[in-house]
């Protein structure tokens, strides 16, 4: 639903957005966090979003939302840390999911071309979700991982 400013934002395309990006995560990080408990640590990973470290003022809702993934990896990193539960962020920049699809088309943009990006398949964003994975429980939390490229 983006581009779309918070001035002439829609409520309830707003709330749909921060629902999708944010309160998912919050909810399956809840509901994860028993089992993890009980097998004595493990990770989790979280989408998050360029867009939530730097916003963008045509696409509000999506970047606040990805600003709360943000605050949400590093409180819960805190809050599980003691458990040996680690809890990091993967910002991949931009992937070719159904939603971003729909979204580039409606913006009349070439998928090929956003911006300088490397836009991405998927299973592009599998080797760091693997590496995250694997690390040692003692290894990193509350840090974000970027994909994205920087260019300037």
Known sequence: PYPESI????VKNWLS?????????????????????????????IMGSGMGHN???????YSV???????????LASELA???????EICPGPVKTPGALESWSKQNNNVSTVGTEWVKESEDVLPLCIFLAT?????P????YSLMRRTS
């Open 135 to 139: 690390q040692p429980d003692i290894g």
């Open 55 to 61: 916003g963008s003022s045509e696409a509000s809702a």
């Open 17 to 45: 957005v921060v629902d999708l990006n944010l309160s998912s995560a919050y909810m399956c990080s809840k509901f994860a966090i028993p089992h993890l408990k009980n097998s004595d640590g493990g990770k989790i990973i």
């Open 65 to 75: 939302a990805k600003a709360g993934v943000w605050m949400l990896t590093r409180v």
């Open 82 to 88: 003691e458990f040996g539960i680690s809890v990091n």
């Open 7 to 10: 001035t002439d934002s829609n």
């Open 141 to 144: 939390t509350a840090q974000s």
